[in-house]
């Protein structure tokens, strides 16, 4: 029953407890998780957790809240900011009308010989004091598929904005499952080891840190339109796939 969808505000449940039944939760965020596919989690240089990906066969996307006013409207000012600089990219901007509203579509128009256009896709939603951006990255030809994906998550997507008064715009903090931030800290380590010894790809992995410092940006409180569509393998960027530590973990749903 569409009354009943979501994103829900984690005050909308009598017994907050019971809002974590069959979702990951992420802190800001308890999102629930496809059949099959994996979590990713992208890192700063720091080794801060900045964005957790749901990844299915059809691509990938994520789910972030940030902080709102009271009244709705705060999407539909950001929607028409996002179409906007994907065009000064260079993109094909289309605007759609969703479940929640407006959804912006980009798709490149030109990519090297050999590899396939990208297409994003920014599903929005206004909340009280609150407001959540789904990012759906893909290919063309699974991208619609995806997208069903996304919207069923979201339908279902709690969100736990607290009390603490914050800029709008400003990303609610994600903050790992403790089995998961164990996993994230024994990868780290892990690398931290092959770095130090060159005999087990350590030169690669410095080379690589080098290549995320070139593309180190100051990260921004809400930087939605710097998502680049460019190349993309596998529904993702090839930029980010190079320049960006990651760390799979296979799903187990909650």
């Not at 709102?68 to 999407?75: D, H, N």
């Not at 350590?202 to 593309?215: D, F, I, Q, T």
Request: aromatic share 4%.
């Amino acid at each position: 029953d569409e009354d009943f969808d979501g994103p829900f505000d984690i005050e909308d449940f009598d017994d907050p407890e019971s809002a974590t039944v069959a979702r990951l939760d992420l802190g800001s965020v308890l999102i629930p998780l496809p059949a099959a596919g994996q979590v990713q989690v992208e890192l700063t240089d720091q080794g801060v957790p900045s964005s957790v990906w749901v990844v299915t066969p059809n691509g990938r996307f994520t789910i972030a809240a940030y902080a709102a006013p009271k009244s709705a409207g705060l999407w539909r000012e950001v929607a028409t900011e996002l179409a906007e600089s994907l065009r000064k990219d260079g993109a094909k901007v289309r605007i759609e009308d969703g479940k929640w509203g407006r959804e912006v579509v980009g798709a490149s128009t030109s990519v090297p010989q050999g590899q396939q256009p990208g297409v994003v896709r920014f599903i929005g939603v206004d909340g009280y004091r609150w407001m959540i951006r789904c990012v759906v990255n893909g290919l063309p030809e699974k991208v619609d598929a995806l997208a069903v994906e996304a919207r069923e998550a979201l339908a279902d997507t709690v969100v736990r904005r607290g009390d603490t008064p914050l800029p709008v715009r400003t990303p609610l903090a994600v903050q790992l499952p403790e089995a998961m931030a164990a996993q994230l800290r024994a990868a780290a380590a892990q690398q931290q080891r092959r770095q130090s010894d060159p005999g087990q790809g350590g030169e690669l992995l410095r080379r690589a840190s080098r290549c995320r410092k070139r593309n180190h940006r100051r990260p921004h409180r809400f930087d939605a339109a710097r998502v680049r569509l460019g190349n993309v393998r596998d529904g993702v960027p090839v930029s980010k796939r190079e320049c960006q530590r990651r760390l799979n973990i296979p799903l187990t749903r909650p």
